[in-house]
């Protein structure tokens, strides 16, 4: 079945640690997204790719970094994670930045204590 | 700044019509979406609107006035799978998506 795959699902990680959630879509999506979803907030956007190779800064990129190898995977990583890093993470593509919906993964919760 | 105001909560009961309020201030306007999220799960896509007007897909129906910068949801029939919260985004003048922090629709039989 076509779309987005994150792993893991969630996870339980120790403040200072690094962490890699992982995303792969198979709809030969130009853009690929990353957001952060938090109680009472809107989706705030981490970093984009717009296409393999490049990659941009969201609303929110401190203490994230992302890379674009190839069409079908975006990671993010925390390079040294913090409390405040705790959230629902979701991984989207779209055909390209500036037409078509976005389609997301089943999201990756992240506990940091 | 930008910014997307919707309702937090609503209630309505089963059978009946729902109508979800968005307005925003963005820089720009290339488009507006609705999606749907059920609890635990990801947003999946319900509406698009980019010219003034309404757009009717089945039970849901979006609208959008861009001179007003307002748009709405309308639900028909309510069914207890609708019990879910609705965003509303809005792609700004860099492509960006500015999104709502949600409308949670709680619908009681």
């Known amino acids: 079945i076509a779309g987005i795959t994150q792993a893991p699902t969630s996870q339980i990680l120790a403040a200072g640690r690094r962490m890699t959630l992982r995303c792969t879509q198979d709809?030969?999506?130009?853009?690929m997204y990353w957001y952060r979803q938090d109680l009472g907030l809107g989706l705030r956007l981490i970093h984009y790719?717009?296409?393999?190779?490049?990659?941009g800064k969201g609303e929110v990129p401190d203490g994230y970094s992302v890379s674009r190898a190839n069409t079908d995977d975006f990671p993010l990583t925390l390079a040294s994670a913090v409390p405040s890093q705790t959230s629902v993470y979701f991984c989207?593509?779209?055909?390209?930045?500036?037409?078509?919906?976005?389609?997301f993964g089943e999201g990756s919760r992240l506990t940091v204590l | 700044g930008q910014n997307i105001d919707q309702p937090t909560e609503m209630t309505a009961t089963e059978g009946a019509i729902v109508q979800i309020n968005c307005t925003y201030q963005?820089?720009?306007?290339?488009?507006l979406f609705w999606y749907q999220q059920h609890a635990g799960e990801a947003p999946t896509f319900l509406s698009y609107?980019?010219l003034d007007g309404l757009e009717e897909k089945g039970r849901f129906s979006s609208f959008l006035s861009r001179s007003k910068g307002y748009s709405y949801l309308l639900l028909k029939e309510l069914q207890m799978k609708d019990s879910a919260s609705y965003l509303c985004?809005?792609?700004?003048?860099?492509?960006?998506?500015?999104w709502g922090a949600g409308t949670k629709l709680i619908i009681k039989p």
């Open positions: 989207a593509s779209s055909d390209s930045l500036d037409t078509g919906e976005l389609f």
């Open positions: 709809m030969r999506h130009n853009a």
């Open positions: 790719s717009n296409t393999a190779g490049t990659t």
């Open positions: 963005t820089s720009g306007f290339n488009g």
């Open positions: 609107n980019v």
């Open positions: 985004a809005v792609r700004d003048s860099n492509y960006q998506l500015i």
